[in-house]
């Protein structure tokens, strides 16, 4: 698979990062900026299918803003399990094509195919992560987490205080 270059990413993601940037900049503060931006992710690209961010809460994931079909009952997962614990654990992002063929995957919806999972940076520390999933096989690739690691990058100022 060929790496374009950042000015070759689809135009869609381009967009997008600008309106990303622009709801976190007008936002009423961090959790508004935080729930618009998983909206705005969730609202633009129709193979996201359920977006959520985890934040880190100790050693483990505490589910924040998301927007999808559903609720999942996986509101607290241990930083190491599934897919989201992996890539919370390991500071990389996570694709998986097919949530069928990977034993980490934690279970959450019937309709889910795939999965991706990028992690949020403070100071090249994991503070928490993006998540989606996908209804269809296949529904994420590179360019998809170069996007979400652009986005990851300006979700960061916006991880709750204690």
């Known amino acids: ?66 927007v999808g079909p559903e609720a999942t009952e996986h509101t607290r997962i241990p930083i190491g399990t599934g897919v989201c614990g992996a890539a919370a654990a390991t500071g990389r992002t996570e694709i998986v094509p097919d949530v069928d063929q990977d034993p980490r995957y934690l279970a959450c919806f019937a309709s889910t195919r795939s999965e991706i999972v990028v ?17 269809d096989r296949d529904a994420f690739d590179e360019a998809d987490a170069r996007f979400l690691e652009e986005v990851a990058a300006l979700l960061a100022p916006l991880r709750p205080r204690a």
Do not use: C, K, T
């Open 119 to 135: 992690p949020i940076f403070d100071g090249g520390e994991v503070i928490g992560e993006i998540d989606i999933d996908g209804s």
């Open 1 to 66: 698979m060929s790496h374009p270059v950042a000015e070759e990413r689809p135009a869609a993601h381009g967009d997008a990062l600008n309106l990303v940037r622009a709801a976190v900049a007008e936002a009423a503060g961090p959790a508004a900026a935080a729930q618009r931006v998983v909206d705005l992710l969730h609202d633009r690209f129709p193979q996201y299918d359920w977006v959520g961010i985890y934040w880190v809460d100790g050693s483990d994931l505490v589910l924040g803003p998301w």
